[in-house]
């Protein structure tokens, strides 16, 4: 009879472990349902095979992306080259099968192996770097999307170019004329694969570390090898979604896949998987894609303005981070138990005691260690920027030759070195607490256009300099409120930093768009003007701030209490909270100033340029991420210097001087700064770390 019992205990428990696992698949599928029946309630008609066969195709590619992404989270990484890989296979699709006089099949087949091959590729290169070199998975997928895009430029500049007819049909026409379309057969095959490789060893294995990467070492799981075979299997689909966009738009853009990233993180999260490893599933995924898919059809069937898709895109992105995992690891519940006191209150801090080293009782002021002596690391973090930055002036000099001008090139290497040097601060306080900001991009350009749309009427007339001011401070406060919400998710919810930002970031899109209906702003206020491009002496008004501005950034990260309290949670937040530090307020004022940055930035570019213009903050995404770790920064946390961000800073804009000598194009540019920001990342990694 206990035999009985027992048994039927252990199956209940094996039958709630397995429901427990399907979870978010089963949210998933839920919220696709819902969905679903709101657009068949939302359409004047109703739904149809041709509204199935163009939804699946609409999805196809996303799923796909989604899929890959899902294999990198599952194992606790992140992987931001997903565009990137995309754009580079419909490229080379189109530019090396042009002309082809290949059937459907053979065409189909070369097809394949070049999108599967370059997908691979890129994820094994990416998880050789993460699993065996120890290097941060952010920094190297970042990185690898700024090479890889620019190859992708080198190969095609402009849209162009076609794909086979029977191609297309192959991958998005019909299986079974108005019965069967091809998409669902695709996504059944993807479906299989996974099935397939989450009943191996790898699979196993892949859960095993994303839950508990130590005790999957303890029990001999090779993480290394799982991060490279992870990163490779993302490739792979990744590599297939680049080949389903081809067959469906039927021709080349080097730009198709650099608006998918918002949506894959989205189509992750809403595939019931949860950023940070060991739980979910690519089943989920596909839904999550359908999903998001059948989500801009509503808007658009409503008759919402395009403006709003990034919007939308975004919030859904929160939303599904927030809302969709309502179990005991569900954000939401446990931010509702960290306000309602029920998270388990944390004593209050013993007072510090003071030990007196016998040592110091006997130290004679010469046996004192000196200033290098006492500051030798933070030396070894700054000392490399300043010297690399003496080597592309030298490099510079050589290449201008006898037109170089050492006086002019110096004031405007620290003129645009300041413009970074502003951005840099921000980011260097998001990055020594472990985050990092990838809204940066559209606070830059949404603040940019709110400080100079309103300075000129309907007719373009502007309006004199003093009335002209009050849109700064309204820029400076939309940039703080920005930080602020970005550290709100952060921490009050517990998201991923990338995801937050990259959600916030698409939300700033469209906000960018509607603030000026996508026209280029104009009448940029006067003492924005001035104070970038106006003279005192032989110096314009920027580079006399800033030593002002140098000092305080110093101030601030390296000698106040809340520089301190920075650098301890980068080093160990829960030991930063057990010492009393107020770890929530110190990570949001960490993105708020971020936030305040990046509106400043926006400030100084819209004067420089005198009008701003959609997506001008793009380019700085890279730079505010490059001139952290050029200047020796730790881009896991707790490790720099304000000294080391300003060489960094510095050094960044002497490499762009010295490559635009070089008459080399932007895309070999962007291949250069990624494989910079790379190099950089793995002569200053932590080795203690590793």
Not at 186 to 205: D, E, I, N, P, S
Not at 354 to 360: C, E, M, Y
Not at 542 to 549: D, G, K, N, Q
Not at 682 to 690: E, I, V
């Amino acid at each position: 009879m206990s035999e009985a019992i027992a048994e039927r205990q252990a199956n209940g428990l094996f039958r709630r472990m397995r429901l427990e696992r399907s979870r978010g698949t089963l949210v998933a599928l839920a919220v696709f349902i819902v969905t679903l029946v709101l657009m068949e309630l939302s359409s004047p008609k109703p739904l149809s095979y041709f509204d199935i066969s163009t939804v699946t195709s609409s999805a196809g590619a996303l799923a796909l992306a989604g899929m890959g992404e899902t294999i990198v989270v599952i194992g606790g990484g992140l992987d931001l080259s997903v565009g990137a890989v995309i754009s580079l296979v419909n490229v080379l699709i189109v530019t090396q099968m042009a002309g082809s006089k290949l059937s459907a099949v053979p065409y189909t087949l070369e097809a394949t192996a070049i999108a599967i091959g370059v997908g691979a590729l890129i994820g094994a290169i990416n998880g050789f770097l993460i699993g065996y070199i120890r290097l941060q998975s952010i920094v190297v997928t970042l990185s690898t999307m700024f090479m890889v895009q620019g190859l992708v430029l080198l190969i095609m500049k402009n849209p162009g170019g076609e794909v086979g007819n029977d191609f297309t049909m192959m991958m998005v026409g019909d299986i079974i004329p108005n019965a069967l379309p091809a998409p669902i057969i695709v996504l059944l095959l993807a479906v299989l694969l996974w099935l397939y490789l989450k009943r191996t060893r790898f699979g196993v294995a892949l859960y095993a570390i994303g839950s508990d990467p130590h005790s999957a070492a303890a029990n001999r799981v090779d993480g290394r090898l799982t991060t490279l075979l992870s990163y490779t299997a993302a490739g792979v689909f990744f590599g297939w979604a680049g080949l389903f966009l081809t067959a469906n738009i039927g021709a080349g853009d080097p730009l198709i896949g650099t608006p998918m990233l918002l949506k894959v993180f989205a189509v992750v999260v809403l595939g019931g998987t949860m950023i940070g490893g060991g739980r979910g599933g690519c089943v989920g995924a596909i839904f999550g894609a359908l999903t998001l898919t059948l989500i801009v059809n509503i808007v658009l069937v409503l008759g919402i303005r395009d403006y709003y898709a990034p919007i939308v895109e975004g919030v859904v992105l929160v939303l599904a981070a927030l809302g969709f995992s309502f179990g005991r690891d569900s954000p939401v519940l446990a931010a509702i138990r960290r306000l309602g006191g029920k998270r388990g209150a944390m004593p209050p801090p013993a007072p510090p005691i003071i030990l007196r080293s016998p040592l110091a009782t006997t130290l004679t002021r010469t046996e004192y260690p000196n200033w290098f002596a006492r500051n030798a690391s933070t030396i070894r973090l700054v000392l490399p920027s300043y010297a690399l930055l003496i080597v592309a002036m030298a490099i510079t000099a050589a290449i201008y030759g006898g037109d170089f001008r050492f006086g002019d090139y110096l004031r405007t290497l620290v003129t645009f070195g300041s413009f970074l040097a502003i951005l840099g601060l921000g980011q260097g306080a998001v990055v020594l607490v472990g985050g990092l900001d990838l809204s940066v991009i559209w606070a830059i350009t949404l603040t940019a256009i709110i400080a100079t749309t309103p300075s000129c009427g309907g007719q373009g007339a502007c309006y004199a300099s003093q009335a002209a001011l009050w849109p700064i401070p309204k820029a400076l406060l939309a940039g703080a409120i920005i930080g602020l919400v970005n550290g709100s998710l952060v921490v009050g919810f517990r998201l991923s930093p990338v995801v937050a930002t990259l959600a916030v970031g698409g939300a700033l899109e469209g906000m960018a768009l509607l603030y000026n209906l996508g026209a280029q702003g104009g009448g940029v206020p006067t003492v924005l003007k001035s104070f970038v491009t106006e003279r005192i002496g032989p110096l314009p008004l920027i580079i006399w701030f800033l030593p002002v501005f140098v000092l305080f950034a110093t101030l601030l990260l390296n000698r106040s209490g809340f520089g301190r309290r920075l650098y301890a949670i980068g080093n160990s937040e829960w030991v930063a909270k057990l010492s009393g530090v107020r770890t929530g307020r110190v990570i949001i004022g960490a993105y708020v100033l971020s936030g305040v940055c990046s509106a400043v930035m926006g400030l100084l570019l819209a004067g420089f340029t005198e009008q701003t213009f959609f997506d001008m903050g793009r380019p700085y995404l890279l730079a505010s991420i490059a001139v952290v770790v050029l200047g020796g920064t730790s881009i896991s946390g707790g490790r720099g210097h304000y000294i080391g961000i300003l060489g960094g800073a510095l050094l960044f804009t002497a490499l762009g001087s010295m490559l635009a000598g070089t008459s080399l194009p932007e895309a070999v540019r962007s291949i250069v700064y990624g494989a910079i920001i790379l190099g950089a990342v793995l002569l200053l990694r932590d080795r203690r770390a590793t």
